[in-house]
């Protein structure tokens, strides 16, 4: 069973812009961020450990170089990759910084654009219109929000330092200028449970989003939350509840939406449990085995369920206040097709 014949998912997404695989390269901008370096807290979120998704090394060196390193670890080169500025949060510095970083990484030949990470409340009016000026250049660009849940309390509760109005706003500001948005949502945080994550989905759905990321709770080396596993205060979600939850998620969501990603890995040492997420695709595998018994991406948003629709038989639109679907012999008629951003506008 593949994914991708129920979920639309990143990789087709853009083969269907660009006719072939694009990758991903991650990059280290030497970013800082408010909520360690004192600005609106210290300590970070409790969950995070930046180490468990970047070298800290890579901050030393150029974004060229950082590239070139990033190419050669690949086994599966393309011609068409995709700047990722992961680490910390990348919009947090001078505009004329933000503008030298992301442009250094444009001006390499097979860079198509750029996915920039940060945080809702770190998205001033000044580093979209940037983006918003390299995206109606024709480059691909993705701002990806890392919000991770919906609920005030629980924001509070892992310190992340802002709550979901400053999420909406971003998203409206950079929606309204036509940028692409990635939301990043947690699975098993803290005192949450499948209702919440549902509920959380609800509200970015309602918001407007172009794209969803889906983790995992990770419990990392170097993280407040590593103390609390230690002291079997909490524990992550298992692969079944996970799986199951992801699965829903995607159900509930209209098949206009891009997943970037419904699960995540890392690595030993760093990675303290839960111990299948030292593999990603346990739990891809999982989700689809579930998405191909009750229907794929949408199939819970009143489309045809019985049998299962398969993304690529039916595709579902999403506009501001409903969500509808269409059969594909249809789309030409209405003029419809399934371009993120033409939902932004």
Same mark, same amino acid.
Request: with cysteine; charged share 15%; glycine share 10%.
């Given at each position: 069973m593949n994914l991708n014949n129920y979920v639309y998912t990143f990789g087709d997404y853009l083969k269907s812009i660009y006719g072939k695989r694009v990758r991903k390269l991650t990059l280290h901008g030497s970013f800082s961020c408010p909520n360690r370096d004192g600005t609106l807290g210290t300590g970070g979120c409790t969950y995070c450990n930046v180490a468990s998704f970047a070298e800290e090394q890579a901050a030393q060196q150029s974004v060229a170089d950082q590239l070139l390193h990033r190419r050669s670890e690949l086994r599966q080169k393309s011609s068409h990759y995709l700047a990722y500025f992961q680490a910390y949060t990348s919009t947090y510095g001078e505009i004329s910084q933000l503008r030298q970083l992301y442009e250094s990484a444009l001006a390499e030949q097979d860079i198509v654009g750029l996915c920039v990470g940060t945080r809702p409340d770190c998205v001033p009016d000044e580093v979209l219109a940037i983006l918003a000026e390299y995206q109606r250049q024709g480059q691909e660009i993705w701002l990806? $929000?890392? $919000? +991770?849940?919906?609920?005030?309390? %629980?924001l509070k509760r892992i310190n992340r330092g802002h709550d979901f109005a400053a999420y909406r706003d971003a998203v409206v500001r950079a929606r309204r200028m036509g940028i692409k948005v990635c939301t990043h949502l947690i699975i098993g945080l803290p005192k949450e449970t499948r209702n919440h994550h $549902?509920? %959380?989905l609800d509200k970015v759905l309602d918001t407007g989003v172009d794209g969803i990321k889906l983790h995992p709770l990770h419990i990392v080396e170097g993280s407040l939350l590593a103390k609390v596993w230690r002291r079997n205060?909490?524990?992550?979600?298992d692969l079944e509840s996970y799986s199951q939850t992801a699965a829903e998620i995607i159900r509930r969501t209209p098949a206009s939406t891009v997943f970037h990603r419904v699960s995540a890995s890392a690595r030993p040492p760093t990675l303290l449990a839960p111990q299948w997420c030292e593999n990603r695709w346990n739990g891809m595998q999982r989700i689809t085995e579930i998405l191909?018994? &009750?229907?794929?991406?949408?199939?819970?948003?009143?489309?045809?369920?019985?049998?299962p629709v398969l993304f690529k038989d039916s595709i579902s639109y999403r506009f501001p206040n409903s969500a509808v679907c269409l059969p594909t012999?249809?789309?030409? +008629?209405?003029?419809?097709? &399934?371009?993120p951003s033409d939902f932004a506008r």
């Open positions: 990806e $929000l890392g $919000l +991770q849940s919906a609920h005030d309390l %629980t $549902l509920s %959380t205060k909490i524990q992550p979600p191909a018994e &009750r229907g794929g991406q949408g199939s819970a948003l009143n489309c045809p369920t019985s049998p012999d249809q789309v030409s +008629q209405t003029g419809a097709h &399934r371009t």
